[in-house]
Structures are given as structure tokens and as C-alpha cells.
């Protein structure tokens, strides 16, 4: 039986000489797999032309519901909505494949439904495409992400002078290295209380959106088991210096 799903793409891995394996977040099943054969054949019919499968396209596909000991299989694939500008924005391009290498990584336990995160992600990059003053974007994603993962953070303490990025809490003393303090500690806090709308009137110098790019990621790190380093953050900090 062929099901209609929504889905997000985030991982693509070729297959044999001509086909792919995409790992994409969906709406109805969570995290799933599906094999693409003969997609890369010079005689592939462009029936589904593999530019569908950028990082996280939003899509319809029609497919079997996986089991979790196999793949599933696309019957049909197109667009649920088209991006307007992504497409031709190299910074919103960038931040696709960050967000992209994030976010595999943090649902990659969501074999359930995930509707509450499923939605967040699609509002977001949905606002992404229609947004001209993105340069925050990455950052306050990531930080909105926490609330559906676990680990948001508790700033009920918010004059303390630190915040301990490894208890997610404000604290008065600093006992080890993982710790924001000064103007980042400032722009942590407004950047979990800013709504998305706002964000452009938070004004940070490059080395500040760097900095406070890599203290994010490491308290991913700290508080996902097996989390990386996306690969594309240097590239990402290039493009937005």
C-alpha cells in the first residue's frame, strides 16, 4: 500500500554506480530511509530529478510505510512548496546544509511521530525563504531546537554573571572551561527570548556571531550523546563574515 507523506530531506548517500539512499524527517513516520534506483543513470528519465533531494526540501512523496529492518521505496516525489529565494540566496543555501547536518543528527532517534518538531522545522524554513535578515538564523534555530530535544535551557537566574553550558543553567561561579559569559552570556539570553521576527535587531560582530556559533555547538555536544561538529561551519562563518 502506497502512503502520501511529508517530509524534510537531509542526507542523501550514493548507492551502487546510479542510485541514492535519502534520509529524510517525516511528518507521519519520523525518521526514515528510502532507495532511489537509477536515479544518477545518464538514462534516467528525470521522472524524479535527484535536484529534489537538496537539504531540507520540503516534499510529498508517495511510499510504503518502512519497516525498520528495510528500505522503502519513492513511487512518486515533488515539492509541497517550492523555496522562492533559497534557491538563489547563497546564504540561505549555506545555512541549509548547517541546518541540514544539525538536525540529522538530532532526530535521528525519531523513528515515532514527531508532529510538535516536524512543524517547527517547516514554519521556520518556510519563514527562511520569505526573510531578507537571516544572519542569526542558524543560531536561534538551534537554540529553539533544544525545547523539543530536552535540554532547554533554565535561565530563571538571569542577572547571574555566567551561564553553565553543561547543567543549562545561570550560575554565579565557574568550576570548569564550558561556561558564556560578558556580551555572549548577554546574547544567549536575548536570543532565547527573541522571537524570530526579531532577531535582526540583535547586532553582533562577526568574530561575536563565530564565537557564540561554536559555543552553541558545543553545548550540543554536551548534552547529545554522539553529536559532531557540522563540517560546513567554517564555510558557513566565510559566507556570513
Known sequence: MQYSVEAITLTTIKYGDSSIIL?????????QSYMLKG???SRNNKRIPRSLFEPLNLLELEVPKNSKDRLGYIREAKLHYPYQSIPFDLRKK????????????????????NLGLYDFLKTRLLWLDTEDQVGLF?????????KFIGFYPNLTKMNAPFFDL?????????????FLEGKLKDYWINLFGAKFDAIENIILTKDEKSDLLKHVVRYFQLHLQQFKPPKSTEILNEVFK
Do not use: N, W
Not at 23 to 31: D, P, V
Not at 103 to 112: F, R, T, Y
Not at 138 to 146: A, E, Q, R, S, W
Open 138 to 146: 542558524h543560531i536561534k534555530m538551534m537554540i529553539d531546537l533544544t
Open 166 to 178: 553543561k547543567t543549562g543553567c545561570m550560575a554565579t561561579t565557574k568550576t570548569h572551561p564550558d
Open 23 to 31: 534520509s529524510c524527517f517525516t511528518r507521519q513516520y519520523g525518521l
Open 94 to 113: 549555506s545555512l541549509l546544509f548547517f541546518l541540514a547536518e544539525v538536525i540529522s543528527q538530532v532526530v535521528k532517534e525519531e523513528q515515532e511521530i
Open 39 to 41: 536515479i544518477l543513470s
